[in-house]
């Protein structure tokens, strides 16, 4: 009478109800191991998200907290997904770099109501939900940072203002940490402002193309390390490329304090780095949620390593315990 | 010998629309290069104009190679993620004692087996080439990311060469891409390869009919494809001194515009290298003038995408069904010498 | 020296042997292969479902079956409209870009006019949008499905992240967990729509006269012509359904995450067609059914769930997601080969 398919279907969902049913009355499912379990869900991986962990794996294992890792490959559903299976296990606590600041929300807001506390590190969540902390980098401050420190040259600079992906709010905020203060300084001119979606061969081009529209150019910002080997080979291949104390020398300051940005303070390619203390970010994350108690906002502020204090500073950046890797200059 | 098929190629030795679109990217490229050259005196300099060729050269080169996929009906999605993996593959050989003087070919022999497994699984298993290279276009970034650590690899001066080193004082890239063109247009239009690949393209069911070895130069057509991505990735990777973990990515879609706007039908059956070089040109001068303009990234991937959208329609000649088993009409065939 | 050459109708099937004890051996394999692609899945189902319970103990637990079901809503729901569309023996590459668009759509529209009801409407009606367009031309113009909707895929997502310009709409109003998490008689709201769509789905394709029109247009679409079906109006049809399908979905999506953002529609392309076909509906259209998308829906679910909670990082699951989908694609395209797949189901 009815349809083989409609059968089929019935059959299935009622089969797949009656274990469920069996199995609620069954069990409360897997009861929350005595060791706190942390899940840590992020975005991506990279560079600095492999520091990231390593700070939090570190520390976590000081605690005696053990870590259920999961990346999400920039899919912000994925990484909802994620964490939803973290809340089912019971985990002890959540960390979080979220993909999409907006629509993790719905995940804090899962977590608030199964009672796991919920800390978001690197980038800030939106609003809606509550977190027992929030340790981002300060990229409006980081940005300031490298202003000033070109301010501090006193020399007069002709900047090129490279810019991250748009729809990022750490390299939104990194450019306008830069020009205002920039605006304070005098001897800084954004000559011209290069939106580059943080990829390489688009910052190449337009670093190349830069140079070609503007040869007035003789500084520049980059907002992150990742971008610096198309930074350098853009100077190469334009002969802009002179090292730390030639007269010609191209003043080129960076963020983030990878193994990269390190090599190249080292080597006298690149006057300073601000280098972002990922390290701080795991540890502070952590106690929180063992203490789980109100909100704490932190925002742990860039370190600035330059070509002056690399000595007494490089020890503290956590992209200097790494060397490059791959072919070495 | 040759073998025409009435009612069928009539269609295919330029219609007007056809021959209009081939031509229109010439005249959109002259039309594009005269304007921005008006806008801006130091647009035509000859040291502008060699950064937008070596800009040009990796997209140019897989263009090359996507016009064989794309005049076989095909399409490959996976070219940006070929580019990272060959290099990848060859990169951590060389870190692991590979002399630097093989790194290269090494790229270029993993481009080619990528690219060929990609072929194997469209021809003999007989997988629709957009699901194959969808897959492939994840797993290769995976496997490559998985190799490198998703960290940034300095590439030895060995294999950077075809990036910044220079022939006779011009730049590697542009070298490298004019060889490429060039090799591709003589292996599509004189060679037995060449004609086999456009009457595939032209009609499958005909040509297996006549006895074509059909599965063989569908993966010889992809193994193409995966070449010129190592080339390609040899040249940006090169540019760059470095491999890092999301180059290429997203540039199939900029290949496959520019292939399509250079004249190169989807459908299959006919295209043209020339034109596809011409629709890279066209789409790198946009590019640079957009940013030289200071106007908003996005315009360009709208643009872009535009572009295709109203290249396909305008393109159109005759609707091929994704079946595999069409339903023939009652049909005149002349075979002959 | 020419020689004309007349090719006659090619028959979808293929006739193997003239001998009638071959004959029987073909139609005993097709009923067997027949049932075993009705019931094979629900086996291996089990069987997955049991490997990942014995290896982890996370996975057979009344949270985790209901996660299961409430995750994957957005990739049943638009695997059904994908089904319609694949039994016509078409294809629909635009379903990923047509999810992100209709969730910016509704989102747009709630943050702006206010209205929870409108924003729906908003993001259903985007979906229809592009899927009618999509169908206008495939079915008017005659251009190839593959071709049409793969331009169409660059084009809409384009289109959204320029008017967005890759920003996120949100925060949504908290009610719309409703739709999602929401559970009634302990089942979350996402998962009884689902069902309750793909019921009312399963019906039309097997009940109405439009859905029989569907699976004759895409077993042989000159018969159906022949048979006095408007082609152009069933072929634009099952597009537009498709549409409106990807855009409940992207209503789902957005919903779920508070959020909306032009990209978060695009990873669905390849598992929504994944699961059709690992359902058994064949590439090749005209059988199929949207409760065999369901099982294919499940089975992807989870293998992904299983895969988590191993562990496994996302690289590897997508590395396994890809390698089940295109083994399932070619025993399809095998299976029909050798005619042991029968289109009249």
């Given amino acids: 009478m009815l349809g083989k398919h409609i059968r089929l279907m019935l059959i299935a969902t009622a089969a797949g109800a009656l274990a469920v049913a069996v199995i609620a009355a069954g069990s409360a499912g897997a009861k929350p191991s005595a060791t706190p379990t942390i899940g840590v869900s992020f975005d991506l991986l990279n560079q600095i998200r492999k520091a990231e962990l390593t700070g939090i794996k570190q520390y976590a294992a000081k605690k005696h907290v053990k870590i259920l890792f999961s990346v999400a490959n920039n899919d912000a559903n994925q990484q909802s997904q994620q964490i939803q299976n973290f809340i089912s296990q019971h985990v002890t606590g959540v960390i979080a770099i979220a993909q999409n600041g907006d629509q993790i929300v719905s995940s804090i807001r899962a977590a608030n109501r199964a009672g796991i506390p919920f800390a978001t590190i690197d980038r800030a969540p939106g609003k809606g939900g509550k977190v027992v902390a929030q340790v981002t980098g300060n990229a409006l401050g980081d940005g300031a940072k490298v202003a000033n420190y ?148 932190v925002k742990v502020p860039g370190l600035t390593l330059s070509q002056q204090n690399y000595k007494a500073t490089h020890s503290s950046v956590w992209g200097c315990a790494y060397g490059p890797n791959g072919f070495k200059k | 010998m040759s073998a025409t098929f009435t009612g069928a190629t009539r269609r295919y030795t330029g219609t007007l629309g056809e021959v209009l679109l081939r031509n229109t990217v ?8 005269v304007a921005f050259s008006l806008a801006s005196s130091k647009f035509a300099s000859g040291s502008n104009l060699r950064n937008i060729a070596i800009q040009g050269s990796g997209s140019a080169v897989m263009a090359v190679g996507m016009t064989f996929v794309i005049i076989t009906a095909g399409i490959d999605l996976s070219i940006g993620a070929i580019l990272f993996l060959s290099t990848a ?14 790194a290269p070919l090494v790229a270029v022999l993993f481009g080619l087996g990528l690219g060929a497994l990609n072929g194997a699984s469209i021809a003999f298993v007989g997988i ?47 070298v490298v891409a004019a060889v490429v063109a060039l090799v591709g247009g003589v292996v599509l239009r004189r060679t037995v390869f060449g004609r086999h690949v456009q009457a595939i393209g032209a009609n499958v069911e005909a040509a297996r009919n006549l006895g074509l070895p059909v599965r063989r130069v569908l993966v010889g057509v992809y193994a193409i494809s995966g070449l010129t991505a190592a080339f390609a990735g040899l040249i940006e990777n090169g540019r760059l001194g470095a491999l890092q973990p999301t180059v290429g990515l997203g540039e199939e879609l900029t290949v496959i ?51 295709l959208i109203v290249a396909v329609l305008v393109g159109t000649s005759r609707a091929r069904s994704l079946r595999a088993v069409p339903i023939v009409r009652r049909r005149r065939l002349e075979v002959g010498p | 020296m020419q020689r004309v050459v007349e090719t006659s109708e090619v028959s979808v099937r293929r006739v193997t042997g003239s001998s009638a004890a071959g004959e029987r051996r073909m139609e005993i394999g097709r009923m067997v292969i027949g049932r075993l692609r009705d019931l094979a899945l629900i086996p291996a189902l089990v069987l997955m479902g049991a490997v990942f319970s014995l290896t982890t103990s996370d996975f057979l637990t009344q949270q985790n079956l209901l996660n299961i079901l409430q995750q994957n809503a957005v990739l049943g729901i638009a695997a059904i409209g994908a089904t319609f569309v694949i039994i016509s023996a078409g294809i629909d590459l635009s379903v990923g870009s047509t999810i992100g668009t209709a969730g910016i759509a509704a989102s747009a529209v709630m943050l702006h006019a206010h209205s929870i009801a409108l924003g729906i409407a908003a993001g259903i009606g985007a979906g229809f949008l592009t899927g009618s367009t999509l169908g206008l031309l495939i079915a008017f113009f005659e251009l190839t499905p593959f071709v049409v909707t793969l331009a169409g895929m660059f084009f809409i997502s384009g ?15 908290f009610w719309l967990d409703n739709l999602v998490f929401r559970k009634v008689l302990g089942i979350p709201a996402a998962a009884i729509i689902t069902v309750a769509l793909f019921v009312l789905a399963q019906l039309a394709l097997t009940r109405t006269t439009w859905g029989r029109r569907v699976q004759l247009l895409g077993a042989n679409s000159e018969t159906a012509r022949i048979s006095g079906v408007d082609v152009r109006f069933v072929t634009w049809s099952v597009y537009a359904v498709a549409g409106v399908f990807s855009g409940i979905a992207g209503v789902e999506l957005v919903a779920s995450l508070s959020a909306a953002n032009a990209d978060t529609g695009a990873p669905f ?14 590439l090749f259209g005209g059988q199929g059914s949207i409760a065999r998308t369901g099982l294919g829906v499940l089975f992807l679910a989870v293998l992904i769930n299983g895969l988590s909670l191993l562990g496994f990082q996302v690289y590897d699951q997508q590395a396994v997601e890809g390698a089940v989908i295109l083994l399932a694609v070619a025993l399809d395209i095998l299976l029909h080969r050798k005619g042991y797949v029968d289109p009249h189901d």
């Fill in chain 2, 257 to 307: 515009t520019a292939v399509v706007l250079g004249g190169t039908s989807l459908f299959g059956g006919k295209g043209s290298i020339l034109g596809s070089l011409f629709g890279v040109a066209l789409l790198q001068m946009v590019a640079d003038g957009l940013v030289l303009a200071h106007i908003s990234p996005y315009v360009f991937d709208m643009l872009r995408a535009s572009v």
């Fill in chain 1, 150 to 297: 070109m301010c501090s040259l006193h020399k007069p600079l002709n900047v090129l203002l490279m810019v991250g992906a748009l729809t990022d709010a750490n390299a939104i905020g990194r450019r306008d940490g830069f020009l205002t203060a920039a605006k304070n300084c005098s001897s800084i001119k954004v000559v011209q402002q290069l939106p580059t979606n943080w990829d390489p061969t688009t910052a190449l081009n337009g670093v190349t193309n830069a140079f070609q529209a503007h040869p007035e150019i003789d500084a520049i910002f980059d907002p992150s390390d990742y971008l610096l080997p198309a930074v350098v080979s853009a100077l190469k291949a334009t002969q802009h490329f002179y090292p730390v104390g030639n007269a010609k020398h191209v003043t080129v300051v960076t963020i983030d304090g990878d193994n990269n940005g390190c090599y190249a303070l080292r080597t006298k390619w690149i006057d300073a780095d601000v280098a972002t203390q990922v390290g701080k970010f795991g540890p502070s994350a952590i106690d929180a949620i063992l203490a789980n108690k109100a909100a704490k906002v």
């Fill in chain 3, 159 to 173: 289109l959204t992240v320029y008017l967005t310009k890759g920003s996120t709409l949100g925060p949504l109003p």
């Fill in chain 2, 89 to 102: 593959g060859a990169a951590e050989l060389f870190v692991h004692g590979l002399p630097a003087a093989w």
């Fill in chain 3, 269 to 282: 392309l390849l598992p929504v067609i994944g699961a059709v076909i690992i359902g058994g509906t064949s």
């Fill in chain 2, 26 to 33: 010439l005249i959109a490229a002259a039309v594009v290069f």
């Fill in chain 2, 128 to 174: 629709n080439p957009l699901i194959v290279t969808l897959a492939t276009l994840n797993l290769y970034r995976g496997v490559g990311g998985h190799l490198t650590g998703f960290s940034t690899v300095y590439l030895p001066p060995g294999m950077t060469k075809f990036g910044t080193g220079t022939v006779a004082s011009i730049p590697a890239p542009i």
